[in-house]
């Protein structure tokens, strides 16, 4: 029962003297190394670069992805306006009565009918833009339009009285909802 493992491998034919002195070259350097604690194992630096350059990789792919994932929601989105405002304009609104509004700052002009005006003027329509053009549209759908895209709607008056300020010197005066220009 003396016989170590080795020697029992070897008996069998499992293990010949070649084989067993490349275990014991390996075993050694094996603990050579585990005993030089304070130096680094030697890296590969092609391994690390492959590493590298895969994480950038993975990264640009990323970044790219999202890029186009955002790029599709925003044509999602105008779509979306787009068929919502066609659908939902008010189709005969031309007159002879001016409505003035703003838009990014410039004083616009929109002829439109009396009762058209009165509806603009009391918050239930709304402007909307499409492309270079302006739609009416009811204020609900004006609503659903805010909310995918808050720069298509230009006018959208709420029938409610703004909040005044106590200290207004002005208070006094009223400014009437249908003042022409």
């Given amino acids: 029962m003396g016989n170590s493992l080795f020697e029992q491998l070897r008996q069998t034919g499992l293990v010949d003297e070649k084989k067993a002195k490349k275990v014991k070259q390996g075993q050694y350097k094996n603990k050579k190394q585990k005993a030089r604690k304070g130096s680094p194992l030697p890296l590969d630096e092609a391994k690390l670069l492959a590493q590298k350059s895969h994480a950038e990789k993975v990264e640009r792919d990323r970044l790219l992805n999202q890029q186009k994932k955002a790029a599709s929601e925003r044509k999602t989105v105008a779509a979306q306006i787009k068929q919502l405002i066609e659908t939902n304009r008010i189709k005969e609104h031309d007159g002879e009565c001016v409505y003035h509004f703003t838009d990014a700052n410039v004083v616009k002009r929109l002829y439109v009918s009396e009762q058209v005006h009165k509806h603009l003027t009391s918050g239930r329509l709304a402007i909307a833009k499409l492309c270079d053009a302006y739609e009416l549209v009811p204020v609900p759908v004006a609503e659903k339009i805010k909310q995918r895209d ?9 029938g409610t009285e703004p909040v005044q300020d106590e200290d207004d010197p002005y208070a006094a005066y009223k400014i009437p909802d249908g003042l022409m220009w």
Avoid: A, K, P, R
């Avoid at 808050?150 to 709420?158: E, F, H, K, N, T």
């Fill in 150 to 158: 808050s720069q298509c709607i230009i006018v959208s008056d709420s």
